[in-house]
């Protein structure tokens, strides 16, 4: 029984690391952003960044965050990166953050590489089982968060549907109140 679920886990996983679009267009009914908050209080959590220091979660507090999940194997999280440094770009000096959250791709120094070979410009941190756990979890690769001003998961993107960065553009605009 554990070989079949984790021969469905596999299949899943490499299913989702695909250009199929699939998205949650449930803004409506937003989620609070567990990773602000480990239980009632205000406690925060550090993530490491791949180039050293630490994004506190605070950090993004008053900003709309991209937040995408992604794995260095994964061939259209790759082709996205330009596309997200380009977001970066054209959103500088507005309240607006970009966060790759690396996962299931080895230790840090084997990512570091990786993070220059694809000439990433926005923040990359390091995630694990928490991190993962805190958006309620990824079944696939790239998945891609639109997180409000707030903390609150405003939409999900599964995969890499052709038109992603315009709907990630438009959840912006709306969310900054544009």
């Known amino acids: 029984m554990k070989k079949i679920g984790l021969v469905l886990l596999v299949a899943l996983t490499i299913l989702s690391c695909n250009n199929t679009p699939a998205?949650?267009?449930s803004g409506?009914?937003?989620?609070v952003l567990r990773l602000l908050k480990t239980d009632e209080s205000q406690t925060t959590h550090e993530l490491k960044k791949i180039n050293l220091g630490v994004l506190e979660t605070t950090d993004l507090n008053g900003k709309v965050a991209v937040v995408d999940?992604?794995?260095?194997?994964?061939?259209?999280?790759?082709?996205?990166i330009?596309?997200?440094?380009?977001l970066k770009e054209k959103y500088a000096g507005q309240d607006v953050e970009i966060v790759g959250v690396t996962?299931?791709?080895?230790?840090?120094?084997?990512?570091?590489?990786?993070i220059e070979e694809f000439q990433m410009k926005y923040q990359v941190v390091y995630g694990d089982d928490r991190v993962v756990e805190a958006f309620g979890g990824v079944i696939g690769f790239p998945t891609t968060f639109i997180v409000s001003k707030n903390g609150t998961i405003h939409k999900r993107y599964l995969g890499s549907p052709e038109n992603k960065i315009e709907l990630l553009e438009k959840?912006?605009?709306?969310l900054l109140g544009h």
């Open 23 to 25: 998205v949650d267009t």
């Open 28 to 31: 409506n009914k937003p989620v």
């Open 69 to 80: 999940f992604w794995a260095t194997w994964c061939h259209p999280c790759i082709a996205e």
């Open 82 to 86: 330009p596309k997200y440094n380009a």
């Open 103 to 114: 996962v299931e791709s080895g230790s840090m120094e084997d990512i570091i590489p990786k």
């Open 171 to 174: 959840d912006i605009e709306t």
